[in-house]
């Protein structure tokens, strides 16, 4: 499984972004996606998980409220809608695909930068 991330950017505070990441390859095994992000400086932390299967969804407190992941099955990607974004978003996110008796897969990282 390869995973291809976008969208990152800059924006203002209060602003929106929307991550994508499709993944490609033997995707049948791929049980759960979401988004780790890491400043500099800072923990990785796990931003949002998604459940392949029922869709069922799970947020860093930090983030509930703000952004919302999702999955279009038909266009095989997920992904992050952040808005009200605050200048501590700023960070790296990586997307993730955590696969049934397989390694888990990272996507690049893109950068999302948030001005004050």
């Known amino acids: 499984v390869q995973l291809q991330a976008s969208g990152g950017g800059l924006v203002q505070a209060g602003g929106s972004l929307r991550l994508s990441c499709a993944p490609s390859?033997?995707?049948?095994?791929?049980?759960?996606m979401g988004w780790y992000r890491q400043a500099p400086g800072k923990q990785r932390e796990l931003v949002a998980t998604?459940?392949?299967?029922?869709?069922?969804?799970n947020y860093a407190d930090s983030v509930k409220g703000r952004f919302t992941i999702s999955r279009d099955n038909a266009e095989n990607t997920m992904y992050l809608q952040m808005n009200s974004l605050k200048p501590e978003d700023t960070a790296t996110y990586y997307c993730?695909?955590?696969?049934?008796?397989?390694?888990?897969?990272w996507g690049r990282g893109t950068q999302v930068t948030v001005s004050s």
């Open positions: 993730y695909a955590y696969q049934i008796g397989g390694p888990t897969q």
């Open positions: 998604i459940i392949i299967s029922g869709g069922s969804t």
């Open positions: 390859g033997n995707i049948f095994r791929i049980n759960a």
